[in-house]
């Protein structure tokens, strides 16, 4: 498979563990504030009802996360829409008991932004945005009411309204502008890491996930193959470049369509690919790059081209650099092109 340059099955286990860690005190939170407006017999019915609901809507989430019986996306927009309701309800009850008309906006009413970045966290940019802006116009909708019902603010406590809301605007604004730039960002890190012609990760690419799999990796436990096709300068002077641009994708897709998930195929330079094979000895690696051979050679490409690989293959060893296994690796790949091309060679 080609990964991108952010690997998503970190990116989802880190979020994983984040929820597994987050939930329960989500819950302790809850249940606590319960407890503690219980004992001071300031509960309003909208806590009454709903801190218990929430708290066991944390600890159902982070059961159903644990046991994988959710994914991670499913367990955020779960807590974003318990959160979400929560807020609105308490909104409802300011408005309808006047203490939003009196007091201004309390401690509580200080959580309801913090769904924006929630909700940007997420959701991509333009769902957010949509997202977040339907749960501000409940907010406003449901303080409008209230004055259109005959509400009469103090001014302390108009104040407090008016910059509630007009706060909530600069936070959206804000963080719109953020998600814009982050979408750039990823854009171009994505255009800097990809090979424009096949689509596959690039030698920065490429270089970059050797590094970061070598550091973790076990000695014996991960390969590298050097594929190179054979004869490619004279396809491209037979038939020009347009037609060897499409031998190029073509190999490609055939060579990342044997792959597993988690393997890493980039375009090293010219007509040479690397793989990476992740949790494989020599002898697997081996295989594989028999297989990838018989998947291009089997049948032609571009309309009737046939095409050869030669393969080097090097596995991890204790103490290896990127440069030295890339070197044996390379230095297997010159043994198959002098030996005859069409075949698998082996470090030494």
């Known amino acids: 498979m080609n990964p991108s340059p952010v690997d998503p099955s970190a990116l989802e286990a880190s979020r994983r563990r984040t929820g597994l860690l987050l939930l329960p005190l989500a819950a302790m939170a809850t249940a606590t504030a319960w407890l503690m407006s219980y004992a001071n017999h300031s509960l309003n019915p ?47 009850y300011l408005v309808i008991s006047g203490e939003v008309y009196r007091d201004g906006f309390g401690a509580t009413s200080l ?9 940007f966290l ?12 339907t749960y501000y116009l409940l907010g406003l909708t449901i303080g409008l009411v209230g004055l259109a019902l005959g509400a009469s603010p103090s001014l302390k406590a108009l104040n407090s309204f008016v910059q509630f809301y007009v706060v909530c605007v600069v936070y959206l604004v804000l963080l719109d ?9 990823f854009l171009m890190r994505q255009m800097a890491h990809t090979d ?27 390969a590298v193959i050097l594929a ?7 396809v491209n002077d037979r038939y020009g470049h347009s037609v060897g641009d499409q031998v190029l994708r073509e190999v490609a897709f055939r060579l990342d369509q044997e792959l597993r998930e988690g393997d890493l195929l980039a375009r090293w330079g010219g007509e040479e690919f690397l793989i990476l094979v992740q949790g494989a000895d020599l002898e697997q690696a081996q295989r594989l790059a028999q297989r990838l051979g018989a998947a291009v050679q089997e049948q032609p490409v571009a309309g009737g081209i046939g095409i050869s690989l030669s393969f080097g293959v090097a596995v991890f060893r204790p103490g290896d650099s990127v440069e030295t296994l890339l070197e044996r690796a390379d230095q297997a790949l010159y043994r198959a092109k002098h030996l005859g091309r069409r075949r698998v060679e082996l470090e030494a």
């Not at 009454?48 to 809507?57: A, H």
Request: charged share 20%.
């Open 177 to 185: 502008i953020y998600a814009r730039v982050r979408e750039q960002y």
């Open 228 to 234: 190179d096709l054979d004869h490619f300068k004279a």
């Open 196 to 222: 424009p012609l096949t689509g596959l990760a690039n030698r920065r690419a490429g270089r970059e996930c050797l590094e970061h799999t070598l550091n973790r990796a076990a000695p014996g436990s991960a």
């Open 111 to 119: 959580w309801y932004p913090l769904m924006f970045p929630l909700i």
């Open 122 to 133: 997420i959701l991509p940019r333009e769902q957010a945005l949509r997202f977040s802006v």
């Open 46 to 92: 909208v806590d009454r009802w709903l801190l218990p609901l929430l708290t066991l809507e944390a600890l159902l989430l982070w059961g159903l996360l644990y046991l994988r019986r959710l994914s991670v996306r499913e367990v955020e927009m779960g807590t974003v829409v318990g959160l979400g309701a929560y807020q609105l309800a308490m909104q409802v």
